[in-house]
């Protein structure tokens, strides 16, 4: 009869242990076998990677909002680009606080329309190179003018099994994975580290990527620098690692209930 509660307790352990999900499942940017130091390359996948420094600069799209402000040595003159109150601008939170902006919506052909310039097409130009074109445009009107030129819409959605999903701005106009994964709270013990989900707008279509968080070679990946307007979506584990999951949370409890149980039996 005391054989009972020995083979109770080989029971829970032999499920505790089994339930449980294996380190290499939700540890980030493991290391391959080689134990030597590793440096990942950063290469140029295409044309929004800058050929000099190799690192990702946003592209203006249609529909995307802008900050323009003007200046030149005549304040008077300047204002004249400069008209929009900030009542009249679209709402983007405490980003106005800091920026002197006028907004302006780049058109469905890509083109925004400045007061005597005319129609500007900037669609496909990075920030810097958008500056300098609209520079350029502006000499004939002003005297040694000055453009400054931001984002205001820049966001990426972050869904699924995440601590906190939602929509997040970009002031910086600059954002990874890693640091869009952090601003989210991090992934959960639900989340799927392997299958994330990256969609993304390109030329007038939707592109679909997956990304393996626990592969160090990530930071060399095309899509580790996020896009204005990229949904990351976080899957979940399946239902019966979500269930071992649960089972491995309360397993503790019924080992010492199991333990006490068989104490009682044996000392009776």
Do not use: W
């Not at 990677?49 to 995307?64: G, R």
């Not at 920030?127 to 000055?146: H, N, V, W």
């Amino acid at each position: 009869m005391r054989k009972a509660p020995y083979l109770l307790i080989l029971t829970v352990l032999a499920l505790t242990f089994s339930s449980c999900r294996h380190v290499k499942d939700v540890t980030y940017f493991q290391a391959t076998r080689d134990t030597s130091a590793q440096k990942v390359s950063y290469p140029n996948f295409d044309k929004t990677h800058d050929l000099k420094t190799s690192m990702y600069e946003a592209v203006i799209q249609p529909n995307d909002i802008l900050s323009i402000y003007v200046s030149s040595l005549s304040q008077e003159a300047s204002s004249f680009f400069n008209t929009i109150s900030k009542s009249e601008r679209p709402d983007f939170g405490d980003s106005y606080s800091t920026r002197p902006n006028v907004g302006y919506m780049v058109d469905v052909n890509g083109n925004i329309e400045m007061p005597l310039v005319g129609k500007v097409k900037i669609a496909g130009l990075t920030t810097t190179i958008a500056r300098d074109t609209l520079q350029k445009r502006l000499e004939q009107y002003l005297q040694s003018p000055s453009v400054r030129l931001y984002f205001e819409n820049f966001k990426v959605t972050i869904l699924g099994e995440v601590t906190h999903p939602g929509v997040f701005s970009v002031t910086n106009e600059k954002i990874t994975i890693p640091e869009a994964i952090g601003m989210a709270g991090d992934l959960n013990i639900f989340g799927n580290r392997k299958d994330i989900l990256i969609i993304r707008e390109l030329n007038g279509s939707k592109t679909y990527t997956k990304i393996d968080l626990t592969r160090r070679d990530l930071f060399s990946a095309p899509y580790y620098d996020l896009h204005s307007n990229d949904i990351l979506y976080v899957p979940p584990i399946k239902d019966k690692l979500a269930q071992s999951d649960n089972f491995y949370r309360i397993a503790p409890m019924i080992l010492s209930l199991g333990t006490l149980f068989a104490f009682i039996l044996l000392n009776r």
